[in-house]
């Protein structure tokens, strides 16, 4: 029910702008490290789409193949080439690197700075084909200074790899469909755009930060500049899930001490007289729900420890304790799942579906759905420990940016 409100109200806060025609050049930015393996892939699929767009990849010191592999692709590409001790400093840094160039490409094109829109794409991202055209409808209207792109993982053909799907798909779905309700759309690094004019008059030459959360310290940047954001759900990018348990818990470590980078914006925040209660309210949330997960952790180990210890032999209280410790998680778990194959199934219905997944097609459904269910329901397990691990390394004082592997 309550997605189908929300759904309902983006649904109609997006179909303003679908007969307007306005063109727009599109400049697409890539970092990347170490990236041989889906780079290549990832930038054919990009000129392929149907869009005016020059693609600019920044090597951050890469050591493997990733700029010969560029260099050998033709097409509007130009290749920025860092270097140590300049390079692996941050995503942000890296990013705000490339502005010169970018300023460079859209003032030798026949775009205006208003009709000119910076892309940030991680190194395995595809684009579904219809991304280009809900763009364009997005930055149509004037007031739109960026939009972000729903999120998708590729073809996930693990649980592991499900759960994230369920993650990207349905959960922060639901919660950006929440946020665009209350004007509060949050960017997510991959498939993010935004109109160069809005960000260099009001950001600057250098719009990103230095937070671990390059992303969303940039929302935060834009929220206090009343810059809006709009949020495309029709559209999505598509990118690699991670595929062991060991590198999930490091990325969510890294994304969990990068909220924790941007407290330090709380205080303009609370204190800004352009951002409404509700966005506001938003970012209290986000940076106070990393604490909330650990009380509601410590609250869910404590009654595990009580209902192996302490009740098991009283079969009342012990009954209680399973209720708390299992039912009431695991309809979190079916809930999620189950919104996940309804979108799965709308999304190929609708024909805009990058890859089929094996979801669907699994001959073992039932056994996959409810392997699904019980790690949603139970991976705060795994966040608990990345949340420690992030504290851990805010206490050494240590932001070294953990770049995830490549399989």
Not at 199 to 228: C, H, I, Q
Not at 259 to 275: D, E, P
Not at 351 to 370: A, C, P, W, Y
Request: proline share 2%; glycine share 4%; net charge positive.
């Amino acid at each position: 029910m309550i997605f189908s409100f929300f759904n309902d109200q983006y649904q109609k806060t997006n179909s303003n702008n679908t007969n307007k025609k306005e063109k727009f050049f599109y400049i697409i930015l890539i970092p990347c490290l170490n990236e041989e393996k889906v780079i290549g892939n990832t930038l054919k699929q990009l000129l392929e789409m149907q869009m005016e767009k020059h693609i600019i990849v920044i090597d951050d010191a890469s050591i493997d193949n990733t700029v010969s592999t560029v260099e050998n692709i033709s097409g509007p590409i130009t290749i920025i080439k860092r270097k140590k001790p300049n390079a692996q400093i941050g995503k942000g840094s890296a990013l705000n690197s490339a502005v010169p160039t970018i300023k460079s490409i859209i003032k030798q094109s026949s775009f205006d700075q208003a009709h000119s829109i910076i892309g940030v794409m991680d190194a395995d991202g595809v684009l579904s084909f219809n991304s280009s055209v809900e763009l364009d409808n997005a930055f149509a209207d004037k007031s739109v200074a960026a939009a972000q792109l729903r999120v998708k993982m590729k073809s996930p053909k693990t649980i592991l790899q499900t759960f994230q799907d369920i993650e990207f798909f349905v959960i922060n779905h639901l919660t950006q469909l929440f946020r665009s309700y209350i004007d509060a759309t949050a960017l997510c690094g991959n498939g993010q755009f935004f109109r160069a004019s809005s960000v260099f008059d009001k950001l600057g030459d250098k719009p990103w930060g230095n937070a671990l959360l390059e992303d969303y310290e940039l929302t935060l940047r834009m929220k206090l500049k009343s810059l809006k954001i709009k949020y495309i759900g029709n559209a999505y990018v598509d990118q690699e899930a991670l595929t062991s348990l060991k590198k999930l818990v490091v990325q969510r470590a890294r994304w969990s001490q990068g909220g924790f980078n941007c407290w330090k914006y709380l205080k303009q925040v609370m204190r800004s007289k352009t951002m409404s209660k509700l966005q506001k309210s938003d970012v209290l949330l986000f940076c106070i729900m990393p604490i909330l997960n650990i009380l509601s952790d410590i609250t869910i180990i404590i009654y595990t420890v009580k209902f192996f210890i302490i009740d098991s032999g009283d079969l009342l209280n012990g009954l209680i304790d399973f209720f708390f410790l299992s039912i009431l998680g695991l309809l979190f778990g079916v809930l999620f799942t189950e919104l996940y194959i309804r979108e799965l199934k709308k999304t190929e219905k609708n024909g805009v579906i990058i890859n089929h997944t094996d979801f669907l097609n699994e001959h073992s459904n039932l056994v996959k759905r409810l392997r699904a269910i019980l790690l949603v329901s139970y991976m705060y397990i795994v966040f608990f420990v990345s949340l420690m691990i992030s504290i851990f390394r805010l206490s050494k004082n240590n932001n070294s940016w953990v770049k995830t592997k490549r399989i």
